[in-house]
């Protein structure tokens, strides 16, 4: 960027930092009708540092304002992943009722998980004095982001160990004692296990729910570099059973550390990613911040054959940010344009036909941004973003069913596409650069027999700048 440049513009509905450096998504809750977002910060830089704990609070997943730094670094090391629990009975002594984060402390060589808490509705945050609460064994280099839940009436956590994640037990969130060791084959040796989470998600069309271990794995992802796994199975009280092997969750390059939100008043299970990936260096993005939140997405779980598999959908309050709308219908031409608003915009498609090659290319001003491209005969999507800039990596392929009907959603920010096929069964997360704009073009080229309908939105802005 040189001087006259205009400035890099912020996301208009994903969260981002407001400055500084953003990675992994912490300590998600709802508590008195606010969510809470925590995330690994450096309010230093706009590179990974000094980690802290930035904090922004929502009432609906999507207008977030951003609140002070809730946790920094202190005498036992700086700020790494976690989450956060409401201890109603106040079975840990730190207030009835209190929020309390449950993170690691990393001082260089060696991590340990610690607590802090609030009792003002999370306007202001103490450590808690007796930190660490657990420490990891002598040789134990990766011991960390650890993720609590309640269980009967005591506390689960798991622990990323390297590449295994260990659970525990506690009554109080203080004393620990461990129960179990969870590893499995993600096929990708060499890597290490980060920010596990774990829940129960119902089956759709079925009556029992299944649980589901989620895990980043640091290197090997079907995009290159980071990416998200997850395993569906069950838990008893002590250990987690898995009932499949591990499938990754996102077909693009850049979803990573997603966790879900601790007591969504609605039920829901939602969780939220980071959008990068470690294996990208740092030569895009803004002067000013660096990294931002993904959508976030409620989960369930479809019966395909013998296999559970993760359907992710856009949580239901995004329809509140839609203003002008489009629709369009293509099939008999051989490219249909349209132009909207904004860099913020979201489109939904219908694709009809079992034969042929539908291109659909997003851009912003005079500049390409992604192309996303189906071929039916194939059943094969594709996700191509060099379009845009050839510092990025291409982006990944997802294959989908043999029906001749298929759907697609997508939803575009300055900085980031998302892409929803099958109803979020097939998905893309991939950040993108950061341009100035004041619309979208959306350009759909059927080839072939395929046609069908599509209806864009541009969507307002639900963060303030800040
Ligand atoms: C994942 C991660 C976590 C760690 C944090 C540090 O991106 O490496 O394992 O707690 O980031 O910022």
Known sequence: MTAG?????????????PWGWMNDPNGLVWHQGLYHFFYQHNPYDIVWGPMHWGHAV???????????????????????????????????????????????????????QSLAFSNDAGETWQKYAGNPVLEAPAGLRDFRDPKVYRWDDEWIMVVAAGHELWFYRSSDLRAWHRTSTFTAD??????????????????????????????????????????????????????????????????????????????????????????????????????????????????????????????????????????????????????????????????????????????????RSVRSLARLTFDAGKCLWTLDRTVGSQELVAAGSWQGTGSPATNVRILLDVASIEVFIDGGIGVFTASLPAVQSDFTQLTVSPRGRLSGTAEAYSLRTSIAPS
Not at 5 to 17: E, G, K, N, Q, V
Not at 59 to 77: C, F, K, Y
Not at 80 to 94: E, K, R, Y
Request: glycine residues 12%; contains cysteine.
């Open 186 to 363: 993600i096929g990708v040796a060499g890597a290490v296990w980060e920010t596990p989470d774990v829940f129960s998600l119902p089956i759709e069309g079925e009556a029992g729910n299944s649980w589901i271990l989620s895990i980043g794995v640091s290197a090997g992802a079907p995009s290159g570099g980071t990416g998200m796994a997850y395993v569906a199975g069950q838990f008893d009280g002590s250990r987690f059973h898995a009932g499949q092997p591990p499938t990754w969750a996102d077909s693009g390059p850049d979803y990573y550390a997603a966790q879900s939100w601790y007591g969504d008043p609605q039920g829901r299970v939602v969780w939220v990613g980071w959008v990068d990936n470690e294996a990208i260096p740092a030569t895009r993005g803004s002067i000013s911040w660096r990294g931002q939140a993904s959508i976030p997405r409620s989960l369930s779980l479809v019966r395909r054959g013998d296999r559970l598999v993760l359907r992710q959908t856009v949580i239901s309050e995004i329809a509140d940010l839609r203003s002008d709308s489009i629709s369009l219908t293509f099939g008999d031409a051989p490219e249909t344009s349209v132009r909207l608003d904004g860099p913020a915009i979201e489109l939904s498609m219908e694709v009809e036909g079992s034969e042929g090659v539908i291109v659909l290319t997003l851009s």
């Open 5 to 17: 440049d205009p400035p890099i513009p912020h996301p208009r509905y994903h969260l981002a930092p």
């Open 58 to 112: 929502s009432s609906d997943l999507l207008s977030w304002q951003h609140r002070p730094v809730a946790l920094a670094p202190d005498d036992l090391g700086t700020i790494f992943s976690g989450c956060a629990v409401i201890d109603v009975t106040g079975s840990a002594g730190l207030g009835a009722g209190a929020i309390v984060l449950v993170f690691t402390h990393h001082d260089g060589t060696r991590q340990c």
